[in-house]
Structure formats: C-alpha cells, structure tokens
C-alpha cells in the first residue's frame, strides 16, 4: 500500500530548498532502485499527423499548420525492422505512437495488434500510445503481448480545458482504469512548460501519485515548443524545473520509473546528470521522439559511459525476465 498524498504534502516537497530537494530524492532513489540503471525506450511513430485532437502542444494535429507530414499507419515490417535496430542499439522498450482520438475496432487496430505480437516475440517490452481505449480493446492489447500503455494525464484537472478541449480529465482517468482492469502496465505522466503554474504541476502529481495503484512509468516532458501550434511561443522551461518536478515525482512514487522524456535536445550533459542524480531512470533514445529530434543514441551512451549508468535490462523484476535468461541458456546450449 502506498500513502495517499495530499497536495499540501507535494507543494511542500516541491518547494523545499532546491539542494535538499535532490539530496531526499537521490537517497529515497538508492533505497528503493538499482539507480545506475536507466531503462531505454524507443520511440516510433506508426501513424503521424492528421489527428482530429485540439492538444495545444501538439504537432500532430490536423487544424494547426505544422510541419509534420501525416504519414498512414505503418506495415508491420517495417516496425519489426525498426524494432531490431533499436534492440541492437540497447533499447529493452519500444513504445509505438499514434496520432489517433481513440482506438477503433477496424483492420488498423488488427495490425496494431500484429505489430505488438512481432516486438513482443524480439522480447522487447512492447508499449502502446494510441489515444482513448475501452476495456475491451485493452485486453486484446494484453493478449497479443503488450507490456505497458502509455496515456498521459498531461497536466492537472483545473488546466486540462486550457491545453484540450476535445475530450474531458475524466476521459483520461476512465482509459487508465480500462488500461488496469486489463493488467497491463501503466505509463502516465505530463508535460511542463505549457504556460501552467506550480499549483498544476502539483495538482497533476497528486493525481498520479494518489491513483487506486501508482503507475509503473512517470514520463515528464519539457514542452517541444512546435511552429504552428498554438505553444509556439512558450518559454522553454529551466533546468530548475525540470529537477524539481522529476525529485518530486521521486519522492512521491519511489519504485516508479521516472522517465526524462521530451526536452533532453536543449539539455547540457551535466543538466541531465542532475536529473538523474534527482531521481529519473529512464529516457527515451533515438534521434528522433515522435516527430521532433532528440539526441543521438552515440551520444547518450557516451553520457551512461561518463556518469557510470548502464542501461536496465527487459522485464527486470518480472517472471519474464528468468525465461529470457533461461531461453539464451538454451539458445547457446544449441549453438554449442
Ligand atoms: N494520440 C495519443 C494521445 O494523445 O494519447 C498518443 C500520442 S501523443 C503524441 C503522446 C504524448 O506526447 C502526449 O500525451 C504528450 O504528453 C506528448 N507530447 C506531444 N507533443 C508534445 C510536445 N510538443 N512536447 C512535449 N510532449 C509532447
Ligand atoms: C511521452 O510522454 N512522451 C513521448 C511519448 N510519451 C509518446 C512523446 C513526446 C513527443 C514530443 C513531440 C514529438 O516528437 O512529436
Ligand atoms: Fe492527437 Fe495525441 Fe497529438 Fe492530442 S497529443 S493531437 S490526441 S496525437
């Protein structure tokens, strides 16, 4: 069981001077993780653009005149090729995106489903970003392998109608529900930057961290400000903010992995070794995120090198992680 927080409690932890802040979040880190290890996840867009969504930060939707270019769902070849690339590359995660509402019981989702079973049987953790899914469309996720699902909360419930229209908090909170009820794993967590204030970064916090079970996997975000969206013209967030929010999600969610996600481009080595030291565990690698860059998978071992971080194996902690042992046992015993 873990504590229910109350939003006083997080304001508090957040607020504290800044060297006491990454000082508790380091030391719960080293109590309750393996903290040189950093889970890599790859990120692939298998459909781009065109979303009928109204995310103010979002390239990928239709009404704002980015430059994205939409790109149909992919074939499941191609992912599989992508997929082991980025396998040899390190990644034990691939997380495929799509700009899509909401799921659809349609051929597309059959592939999806495809796509899953091919990554799952590489024995990557297969991850899913896909927008609103019912219950029923989760277990058939977790039937063809997926391991987790990635449905952000994004920002708090009172700024949530600032940022997205298109659908409601509510809806957000029900595909997290189906997404459980159907024991995957659950990736959740925001993107600051937006224009938000401290009272949101916390209000989304509290919910994540006081949900009926805490979600396996926090991305925090630094907003990507895009051309064309109507965040165009945000400032980038500072470092500062950046350590702040991932030592308090830390803190407050100490076994959950705490991912430094979009933003790193703009980030110093040193910056992003803060992070670390305050707590995240995992980024994601690959010079591009879904449509905007990211930096090269060269350059971020050469980082783990510099800061003595290795990268977490798949399925660590899981029944699935003997059997893959256990299978290259075999695989070698064979070769031999
Ligand atoms: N369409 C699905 C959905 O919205 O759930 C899945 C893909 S969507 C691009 C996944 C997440 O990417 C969003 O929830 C948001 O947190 C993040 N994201 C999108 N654009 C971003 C940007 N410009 N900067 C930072 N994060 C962004
Ligand atoms: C998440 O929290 N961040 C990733 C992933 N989950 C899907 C997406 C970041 C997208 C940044 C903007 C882009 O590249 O389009
Ligand atoms: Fe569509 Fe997802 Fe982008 Fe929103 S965040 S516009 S739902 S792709």
Not at 23 to 31: D, G, L, N, P, S
Not at 79 to 103: I, Q
Not at 128 to 140: F, N, P, R, S
Not at 263 to 289: H, V
């Amino acid at each position: 069981m873990t504590k229910n927080w109350t939003k006083e409690e997080i304001s508090e932890i957040y607020n504290q001077p800044l060297l006491d802040l990454i000082y508790k979040a380091a030391t719960i880190h080293r109590e309750n993780n393996d903290y040189s290890e950093v889970q890599i996840s790859s990120l692939i867009s298998i459909k781009t653009g065109g979303c009928p969504e109204d995310c103010a930060y979002c390239p990928q939707a239709s009404r704002y005149h980015t430059n994205v270019n939409v790109h149909a769902l992919m074939q499941v070849q191609e992912v599989a090729d992508t997929a082991r690339k980025a396998k040899d590359a390190g990644a034990s995660r691939l997380c495929m995106g799509a700009a899509w509402r909401e799921v659809r019981n349609n051929r597309d989702f059959d592939r999806v489903l495809e796509m899953v079973k091919v990554v799952n049987a590489m024995d990557m953790e297969v991850c899913c970003t896909l927008g609103m899914l019912t219950y029923e469309q989760a277990q058939k996720l977790k039937d063809a392998g997926l391991f987790a699902y990635n449905h952000n909360l994004d920002t708090s419930e009172e700024n949530y109608k600032n940022i997205i229209t298109t659908r409601t908090y509510a809806d957000r909170l029900q595909t997290l529900d189906n997404v459980r009820k159907a024991k995957l794993t659950v990736c959740s967590g925001g993107i600051i930057g937006l224009g938000e204030t401290e009272e949101h970064r916390i209000g989304m916090l509290y919910v994540l961290a006081n949900l009926p079970q805490q979600p396996e996997s926090v991305p925090i975000n630094a907003l990507v400000a895009v051309e064309g969206t109507p965040l165009e013209d945000q400032q980038r967030v500072s470092v500062w903010e950046m350590v702040r929010m991932i030592a308090t999600t830390r803190i407050i969610m100490p076994k959950t992995v705490v991912r430094l996600s979009a933003g790193r481009l703009e980030m110093s080595l040193p910056e992003q070794a803060l992070c670390f030291m305050a707590g995240a565990n995992s980024i994601f690698a690959g010079d591009k995120l879904l449509t905007t860059p990211n930096p090269s998978l060269n350059e971020d071992m050469k980082m783990f090198e510099i800061l003595g971080l290795k990268p977490r194996k798949a399925f660590k902690g899981t029944s699935r992680e003997s059997d893959i042992t256990e299978k290259r046992v075999v695989e070698q015993e064979s070769v031999s």
